[in-house]
Each structure stands twice: as C-alpha cells, then as structure tokens.
C-alpha cells in the first residue's frame, strides 16, 4: 500500500528555519518524479520545488527561490524540505507528493503528481 506521510511542521518566527520530511513506502523512490506542494485558506495548491526529469533535474517556484531546498533520500525512501528565512506568506498546509511514471520531464504542478501526504501545517508568526 503507498503512503506518504509528512512531518516537522509547527509555528516559526519569520526569519527562522524549518526542515520537513517525507516518509514513503509502497513504492520505488529511486525514479519517481517527488515535490513539495502548498496550499493556504481559500487558495490554490501550488509547487514550491520539485525533482522531476529522467535526470533529476529540480525546480523552484520564484517566490521560494534561493530560500528552500528540495533533497531526496532513495535509501531511506524520504523527502526533504529544507526553509530557511521564512516569511509570514509561506503559512500553508503543506504537502509532500510523487508519481512513480519514468518521464523525461513532469511539470511541477498537483495534477501531475498522485500520490500525495495529508499535509503539515507551517505558521510563520511573530
């Protein structure tokens, strides 16, 4: 059965650092496309990073750009994301997804992906 479950979550001041990880099992992680998704009260999921491409290539969104690093662990079958100098505007729920397809290149978007986590909520407050 596949599972993805997120974690490291929590409040943060702005200015500070968070690291989450993502738990997977039920599949081969090796070449499967991976990313991070966010989704704030009454907004659109959207991609924050993700590693995708038959080469591993990896994205960012410009908003989180030089901010947040994407990493994957195909021993341990986790997902890192690395967010450092956070800000107020990245207070999501925040998800963890994959899709196993071997594709030269998937597009860092929800509906490309479909195994997903339930999401772990990041506040960023003073």
């Known amino acids: 059965q596949v599972q993805l479950e997120e974690s490291g979550g929590g409040l943060v001041q702005p200015g500070g650092s968070l690291r989450l990880s993502c738990a997977t099992s039920?599949?081969?992680?090796?070449?499967?496309?991976v990313g991070w998704f966010r989704q704030a009260p009454g907004k659109e999921r959207e991609g924050i990073s993700c590693i995708t491409g038959s080469y591993g290539a990896t994205v960012y969104a410009d908003s989180v750009k030089g901010r947040f690093t994407i990493s994957k662990d195909n021993a341990k079958n986790t997902i890192s994301l690395h967010m450092d100098s956070l800000r107020p505007e990245d207070t999501a729920v925040y998800y963890c997804a994959a899709d196993p397809t071997e594709i030269l290149f998937r597009e860092c978007v929800p509906h490309e992906y479909g195994y997903w986590g339930q999401g772990t909520q990041v506040t960023v407050s003073s």
């Open positions: 039920g599949f081969t992680l090796d070449y499967a496309g």
